[in-house]
Protein backbone atom coordinates (compact mmCIF):
# COMPACT_ATOMS: atom_id res chain seq x y z
CA UNK A 1 0.00 0.00 0.00
CA UNK A 2 1.27 3.14 -0.82
CA UNK A 3 1.81 6.45 2.08
CA UNK A 4 2.87 9.60 -0.01
CA UNK A 5 3.73 12.08 3.01
CA UNK A 6 4.45 15.42 2.30
CA UNK A 7 5.99 18.29 5.00
CA UNK A 8 4.09 20.80 5.91
CA UNK A 9 6.32 22.67 7.34
CA UNK A 10 6.45 26.28 9.01
CA UNK A 11 6.34 29.02 11.89
CA UNK A 12 2.99 28.47 12.87
CA UNK A 13 3.62 31.61 15.12
CA UNK A 14 0.53 31.06 15.57
CA UNK A 15 -1.69 28.79 13.27
CA UNK A 16 -3.95 30.92 11.00
CA UNK A 17 -7.11 29.93 8.74
CA UNK A 18 -4.96 30.02 5.64
CA UNK A 19 -2.51 27.32 7.38
CA UNK A 20 -5.46 25.36 7.82
CA UNK A 21 -6.59 25.95 4.40
CA UNK A 22 -3.13 24.46 3.15
CA UNK A 23 -3.56 21.42 5.43
CA UNK A 24 -6.90 20.01 4.37
CA UNK A 25 -5.98 20.92 0.27
CA UNK A 26 -2.51 18.84 1.13
CA UNK A 27 -4.42 16.06 3.13
CA UNK A 28 -6.52 15.49 -0.33
CA UNK A 29 -3.37 15.20 -2.62
CA UNK A 30 -1.27 13.08 -0.23
CA UNK A 31 -1.51 10.20 2.41
CA UNK A 32 -0.34 11.87 5.06
CA UNK A 33 0.25 14.96 5.83
CA UNK A 34 3.63 15.98 8.40
CA UNK A 35 3.25 19.48 9.50
CA UNK A 36 6.27 20.43 10.76
CA UNK A 37 6.91 23.44 13.55
CA UNK A 38 10.16 24.99 13.24
CA UNK A 39 11.73 25.15 16.74
CA UNK A 40 14.63 27.48 16.88
CA UNK A 41 15.82 28.21 19.79
CA UNK A 42 17.75 31.06 19.11
CA UNK A 43 14.19 32.92 18.39
CA UNK A 44 11.46 32.13 20.38
CA UNK A 45 8.74 33.65 18.47
CA UNK A 46 5.90 34.97 19.63
CA UNK A 47 4.18 31.76 21.63
CA UNK A 48 6.66 28.77 22.74
CA UNK A 49 7.01 25.94 20.14
CA UNK A 50 5.08 23.66 22.43
CA UNK A 51 1.99 25.94 22.41
CA UNK A 52 2.31 26.44 18.92
CA UNK A 53 2.17 22.39 18.19
CA UNK A 54 -0.60 22.22 21.21
CA UNK A 55 -2.75 24.75 19.16
CA UNK A 56 -1.71 23.01 15.78
CA UNK A 57 -3.06 19.79 17.28
CA UNK A 58 -6.63 20.76 18.31
CA UNK A 59 -7.24 22.89 15.08
CA UNK A 60 -6.40 19.81 13.55
CA UNK A 61 -8.63 17.33 15.56
CA UNK A 62 -10.82 16.59 13.49
CA UNK A 63 -8.49 15.55 10.15
CA UNK A 64 -7.27 12.46 9.03
CA UNK A 65 -4.04 11.33 8.47
CA UNK A 66 -2.11 14.69 9.32
CA UNK A 67 0.61 14.31 11.84
CA UNK A 68 2.70 17.70 13.96
CA UNK A 69 5.57 16.88 15.16
CA UNK A 70 8.06 19.74 15.96
CA UNK A 71 11.50 19.99 14.33
CA UNK A 72 14.83 22.04 15.01
CA UNK A 73 18.10 22.50 12.58
CA UNK A 74 17.62 22.41 8.53
CA UNK A 75 14.26 21.42 6.91
CA UNK A 76 16.17 19.34 4.40
CA UNK A 77 17.95 17.15 7.45
CA UNK A 78 14.47 16.93 9.22
CA UNK A 79 12.79 15.35 5.57
CA UNK A 80 15.88 13.16 5.10
CA UNK A 81 15.23 11.79 8.89
CA UNK A 82 11.59 11.09 8.23
CA UNK A 83 12.08 10.00 4.71
CA UNK A 84 10.01 12.56 3.26
CA UNK A 85 10.36 13.51 -0.78
CA UNK A 86 7.55 16.16 -0.70
CA UNK A 87 7.30 19.72 1.04
CA UNK A 88 4.32 21.67 0.81
CA UNK A 89 3.72 25.54 0.65
CA UNK A 90 1.53 27.84 0.32
CA UNK A 91 2.09 31.34 -2.16
CA UNK A 92 0.20 34.09 -1.66
CA UNK A 93 1.68 36.22 -4.03
CA UNK A 94 4.62 37.27 -6.20
CA UNK A 95 6.70 38.06 -3.10
CA UNK A 96 6.37 34.68 -1.81
CA UNK A 97 6.65 33.31 -4.74
CA UNK A 98 10.15 35.03 -5.12
CA UNK A 99 11.09 33.61 -1.67
CA UNK A 100 9.99 30.16 -1.92
CA UNK A 101 11.31 29.20 -5.28
CA UNK A 102 14.47 30.17 -3.57
CA UNK A 103 13.86 27.81 -0.69
CA UNK A 104 12.68 25.06 -3.03
CA UNK A 105 15.89 25.32 -4.88
CA UNK A 106 18.32 25.39 -1.20
CA UNK A 107 16.25 22.40 -0.07
CA UNK A 108 16.60 20.72 -3.18
CA UNK A 109 20.75 21.11 -3.36
CA UNK A 110 20.26 19.56 0.09
CA UNK A 111 18.29 17.04 -0.04
CA UNK A 112 18.74 15.68 -3.49
CA UNK A 113 15.43 14.35 -4.58
CA UNK A 114 13.35 16.63 -2.37
CA UNK A 115 10.56 18.48 -4.63
CA UNK A 116 8.29 21.05 -3.23
CA UNK A 117 4.90 21.44 -4.37
CA UNK A 118 3.66 25.16 -4.20
CA UNK A 119 0.16 25.65 -4.22
CA UNK A 120 -1.09 28.87 -4.45
CA UNK A 121 -3.58 30.97 -1.36
CA UNK A 122 -7.17 30.66 -2.05
CA UNK A 123 -8.47 34.37 -2.58
CA UNK A 124 -10.28 34.69 0.65
CA UNK A 125 -6.96 33.56 2.72
CA UNK A 126 -4.35 35.40 0.59
CA UNK A 127 -4.31 38.65 3.06
CA UNK A 128 -4.02 36.32 6.02
CA UNK A 129 -0.67 35.72 7.67
CA UNK A 130 0.52 34.95 11.76
CA UNK A 131 2.65 38.57 11.74
CA UNK A 132 -0.71 40.45 11.07
CA UNK A 133 -2.79 38.44 13.53
CA UNK A 134 -0.48 38.87 16.01
CA UNK A 135 -0.41 42.54 15.42
CA UNK A 136 -3.99 42.93 14.97
CA UNK A 137 -4.41 40.98 18.79
CA UNK A 138 -1.62 43.26 20.19
CA UNK A 139 -4.33 45.58 19.67
CA UNK A 140 -7.32 44.04 20.59
CA UNK A 141 -8.60 43.62 17.20
CA UNK A 142 -11.17 41.28 16.62
CA UNK A 143 -8.55 37.95 14.94
CA UNK A 144 -11.79 35.41 15.16
CA UNK A 145 -12.05 35.30 11.14
CA UNK A 146 -8.58 34.52 10.68
CA UNK A 147 -7.60 32.09 12.86
CA UNK A 148 -9.28 28.35 13.42
CA UNK A 149 -11.68 28.82 16.16
CA UNK A 150 -10.16 26.08 18.57
CA UNK A 151 -6.90 28.12 18.60
CA UNK A 152 -8.51 31.50 19.94
CA UNK A 153 -9.24 31.10 23.55
CA UNK A 154 -4.99 30.03 23.81
CA UNK A 155 -4.00 33.20 21.28
CA UNK A 156 -6.17 35.69 23.34
CA UNK A 157 -5.33 34.57 27.05
CA UNK A 158 -1.62 34.60 25.16
CA UNK A 159 -2.76 38.83 24.60
CA UNK A 160 -4.58 39.38 27.48
CA UNK A 161 -1.40 38.12 29.83
CA UNK A 162 0.87 40.44 28.22
CA UNK A 163 0.53 44.20 28.12
CA UNK A 164 0.80 45.26 24.41
CA UNK A 165 -0.88 48.35 24.38
O1 LIG B 1 6.15 29.96 8.43
P1 LIG B 1 7.47 30.38 7.86
O2 LIG B 1 8.22 31.20 8.87
O3 LIG B 1 7.34 31.05 6.52
O4 LIG B 1 8.32 29.04 7.63
C1 LIG B 1 9.67 29.06 7.18
C2 LIG B 1 10.35 27.71 7.43
C3 LIG B 1 10.21 27.34 8.88
C4 LIG B 1 9.69 26.65 6.58
C5 LIG B 1 11.84 27.79 7.00
O5 LIG B 1 12.40 28.97 7.50
C6 LIG B 1 12.66 26.60 7.50
O6 LIG B 1 12.40 25.46 7.23
N1 LIG B 1 13.70 26.89 8.24
C7 LIG B 1 14.57 25.87 8.79
C8 LIG B 1 16.02 26.17 8.39
C9 LIG B 1 16.29 25.78 6.96
O7 LIG B 1 16.14 24.66 6.54
N2 LIG B 1 16.72 26.76 6.14
C10 LIG B 1 17.08 26.51 4.75
C11 LIG B 1 15.93 26.72 3.81
S1 LIG B 1 15.95 28.38 3.26
Given at each position: MSNLRCLYPG???PVTLGHMDMIRRAARIFDTVVVGVLHNPDKQGCFPVEKRV?????????LKHVEIIAYDGLLARFTREQDIRVVVRGVRGGADLESETAMARINGQ???????????AAP????ISASMVRQLAAFGADI????PAEALPDI?????SQDHN
Open positions: SFDDMLKKACRGLHPGLETVLLPDKEQSPYVLAAFA
